[in-house]
């Protein structure tokens, strides 16, 4: 067991400082969360940026277009840009984490040529059209049909919670093509230009107040046979490609910001008085020993990754129980800081207190990790 | 980095998992519970509390020690793991101690074995396990209090586990047992296995160095880890055996995210034991300074023996939630682990003051101030 750097480790980190030092300040300022189009150029121009310096796609498969760097070197990445304060990935989100590893895996060589050298070069924004009104938890149950016509798949049905769907380009769409086959056997993952005839995104307001994500409405849209990526009805098993990564690393730099945020609040309460408060103090500790612990547990998996080679496993499902109720209590401690002041929107924190709100639920709800664990960690007896 | 434990770290603890096995199983453990019964109802049965009560293991009596086992723990290795190799040690660090402390309190092995290990390179016999030390480790301020918490009507003093089959006490200036004893009044215990006696407030002095007490509440931590995991596997194999409504109990999801919610705790639990031994090691090779990461070592610690206190005794619960009115019985395990939760949760480090080490620490951390988080969007992700 070790927690030390090696020698590469440490020449890698100290480049990545020494170029965030000096392009951070470069950084035009951040848009407004309701200026989409300047989202979408902030984001996508980070990206860029990224790519010219050589961190784009660090986890990336070097045949893919990416640095074909292990999980520990991804985590000193994202450790350390966290740290520094970079931009969040913000809308590259589906195409970095989600979209582009799946092709990368799944795709030929001809799709991977066309969807991921955009993406690394913050070009192309993709959003996930997974969840449907009737398809949440029980993804596998979606109804939104494609059926094959020539050398393209007709598209009809809704998707909805689509993150980004506003200013994406491409969809990675999950759709059933045979209706008859077992529920897992009949889906197709297509891969759709969010502009083609017949798509319409309607946009949803979040609790929040922003409108974080979207319905999508597809009536007759047509989708080109060639971007399907892997075989037809087996949209399945390329989904679960996708989803594991989506349980795996996807939350790191968040567990680094949420210990700056800890730090910030004991500042706070400090300036305010509430330190005084032995019931406040302790609560700060006990968050403080949670974090941390997080941390580690991101490090034991990422060890546990690199040892086997491969995409972190169910481990992930222990590691996002344990952060999204953290991550939940850390807001309700800051708004035991800020007292009354918690009420007022122009608070950070009281807006991070709302949108935490969503942690518990993203992703796969809290349940249906618990169930995750209890069944295929434990090996308990499956359900129903 | 790599957190996994090595080959070698895995075999060290496979090798004190087969002792434990071989020397410690159910059997042996359930009969020194009814040993320690028998020698005087530690366990202060029903309420009554007659002369019962009075009990604890007599002195110079057996106790819950079972002398030859710790002597070959000794011969193992088990207290002189850190000790130099020049000194007759094993010359390991933390980080191989908490997996060999994580293998006895998985197996509920009773006795001071924090106390006697971190004894092995100052109380004679420590070392190869021919000696029994305890310590005043019982709360945050042992004897400083005076026995404040005492009972209206219970005699003032300081309550210590052990002492009757201790040939030592650890800590500067800290009379042998023996005098301690002549003293002391013996207490039921809630742990049927760990004997109490109320003493005298010892001097209250610079209590323990704050070196070892930062040890003994990582050691312990260890100790909760084991029992917290050990507790979720005994769980998981009650849900798969009882059955109820004509299926296992384990298929409902209230009995299996109980079951899952256990594992959480203990897989946080043991990456902060793990990183917080990792990291005192580094720290005392660099000579002070904490290893990559959050924190100083000391607060890593304080942190890892939270979160270890609260796997073992939630996880001791939801145990007993998972067994039903098995569960309450004295014949199944459960309320071993949790007795012996609540006992360590007493020892080296509280957790208030834990929490207090961990809010010192943020507070200092904070004084560097870190960007101004205005950042959209953060963690909307999907
Ligand atoms: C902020 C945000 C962004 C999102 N972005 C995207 C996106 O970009 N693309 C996308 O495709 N999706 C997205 N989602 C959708 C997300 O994946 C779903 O909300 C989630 O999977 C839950 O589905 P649901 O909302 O239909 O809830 P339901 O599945 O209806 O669940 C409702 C409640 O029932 C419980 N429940 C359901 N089934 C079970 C069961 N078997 N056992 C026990 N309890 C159960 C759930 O835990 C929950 O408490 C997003 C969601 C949020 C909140």
Redesign the pocket.
């Given at each position: 067991m070790d927690l030390a750097e090696t020698e590469e480790e440490r020449e890698f980190r100290a480049g990545l400082r020494a170029w965030l030092a000096k392009t951070l300040p470069e950084l035009p300022p951040r848009p407004s969360p309701d200026d989409w189009p300047g989202r979408r150029a902030y984001d996508l121009g980070w990206q860029r940026r990224l790519y010219d310096a050589g961190y784009a796609g660090l986890h990336w498969p070097v045949d893919a277009g990416g640095r074909g760097a292990g999980p520990t070197r991804h985590l000193a990445f994202l450790e350390e840009t966290e740290r520094a304060g970079a931009p969040y990935v913000g809308a590259n989100f589906?195409g970095l984490l989600h979209a582009g590893p799946t092709i990368a895996a799944e795709g030929t060589p001809a799709q991977r040529a066309r969807w991921l050298p955009p993406v690394l070069r913050g070009e192309e924004v993709w959003?996930?059209?997974?969840?449907e009104p009737g398809?949440?938890?029980?993804?596998a149950s979606l109804r939104t049909r494609a059926v094959r016509d020539g050398d393209a798949y007709t598209v009809t049905g809704s998707?909805?919670?689509?993150?980004?769907a506003e200013i994406a380009d491409w969809c990675e769409l999950l759709v059933r093509t045979d209706p008859d086959a077992p529920r897992h056997r009949g889906l197709t993952w297509l891969a759709m230009p969010m502009d083609a005839p017949g798509v319409t995104v309607r946009p949803l307001r979040?609790l929040a107040g922003s409108a974080?994500?979207a319905e999508v409405f597809l009536d007759g849209v047509r989708v080109p046979v060639a971007y399907r990526v892997g075989a037809e009805n087996d949209g399945w098993r390329v989904t679960m490609t996708t989803l594991s990564f989506e349980r795996g690393t996807a939350f790191v730099g968040e567990v680094v910001a949420c210990r700056r945020t800890l730090g910030a609040l004991a500042r706070a309460a400090r300036a305010n008085g509430r330190w005084d408060d032995p019931v406040l103090r302790r609560r700060l500790g006990r968050l403080a020993a949670e974090f941390a612990a997080l941390w580690r547990l991101t490090q034991w998996n990422v060890s546990a990754a690199e040892r086997t080679g491969g995409v972190p496993g169910a481990g992930g499902s222990v590691f996002k129980l344990a952060y999204s109720q953290a991550r939940q209590e850390l807001y309700d401690a800051a708004a035991e800081v800020l007292g009354a002041e918690a009420l007022a929107l122009e608070e950070e924190w009281v807006r991070e207190r709302l949108s935490s709100l969503?942690y518990t639920?993203?992703?796969?709800?809290?349940?249906?990790q618990h169930?995750i664990v209890a069944e295929r960690i434990l090996g308990l007896p499956k359900g129903r | 980095m790599d957190f996994q434990p090595t080959q070698e770290q895995d075999d060290l603890r496979a090798g004190v998992r087969a002792l434990l096995a071989r020397r410690f199983g159910r059997e042996a453990l359930r009969a020194a519970v009814d040993r320690a019964e028998a020698e005087g109802g530690a366990a202060g049965r029903g309420a009554g509390c007659g002369d019962a009560c009075r009990g604890g293991p007599a002195a110079g009596g057996p106790g819950a020690v079972d002398r030859g086992l710790w002597r070959e723990l000794g011969a193992a290795g088990f207290f002189a793991l850190r000790l130099p190799e020049a000194d007759g040690g094993v010359g390991l660090g933390l980080a191989e101690a908490v997996l060999v402390f994580e293998e006895a309190g998985r197996a509920l092995l009773p006795g001071p074995l924090v106390a006697t290990h971190l004894a092995a390179g100052c109380v004679g016999g420590a070392a190869d396990g021919t000696a029994v030390v305890t310590a005043f480790d019982l709360g945050d301020r042992p004897g400083g209090d005076g026995g404040a918490g005492a009972g209206a009507g219970a005699a003032p003093g300081v309550l210590v586990t052990h002492l009757a089959e201790a040939d030592a006490v650890l800590g500067t200036g800290a009379a042998p047992p023996a005098a301690l004893l002549s003293a002391a009044l013996p207490v039921p215990s809630a742990d049927p296995l760990t004997p109490l006696h109320r003493v005298p407030p010892p001097d209250p002095g610079p209590g323990p160095h704050a070196r070892l007490r930062d040890e003994g509440a990582l050691l312990t931590a260890a100790l909760q880890l084991g029992s917290a995991l050990r507790t979720v596997e005994l769980a998981v194999r009650y849900a798969g055996e009882r059955e109820q409504f004509g299926r296992p109990i384990g298929a409902f999801?209230a009995v299996q995210h109980l079951c899952s919610g256990m594992l959480v705790r203990a897989e946080v639990a043991r990456t902060a034991v793990y990183a917080a031994a990792v990291g005192a090691d580094a720290a005392d090779r660099a000579g002070g300074a904490g290893a990559a990461g959050f924190g100083s070592a000391a607060a890593e610690i304080a942190g890892a023996k939270l979160l270890a206190d609260r796997a073992a005794a939630a996880n001791a619960r939801d145990c007993l939630q998972v067994y039903g009115g098995m569960g309450f019985t004295w014949e199944a395990d459960v309320h071993l682990h949790l007795k012996r939760a609540w006992v360590r949760a007493e020892q080296w480090r509280t957790a208030a003051a834990a929490e207090e080490v961990l809010a010192a620490e943020l507070l200092a951390g904070a004084r560097q101030p870190g960007r101004e988080g205005a950042s959209y969007a953060r963690g909307?992700?999907?």
């Open positions: 589906v959003c996930q059209g997974f969840s398809a949440g938890s029980d993804l998707k909805v919670w689509t993150s980004h979040t974080e994500f969503s639920i993203a992703a796969g709800t809290s349940q249906i169930t | 999801q909307g992700g999907l």
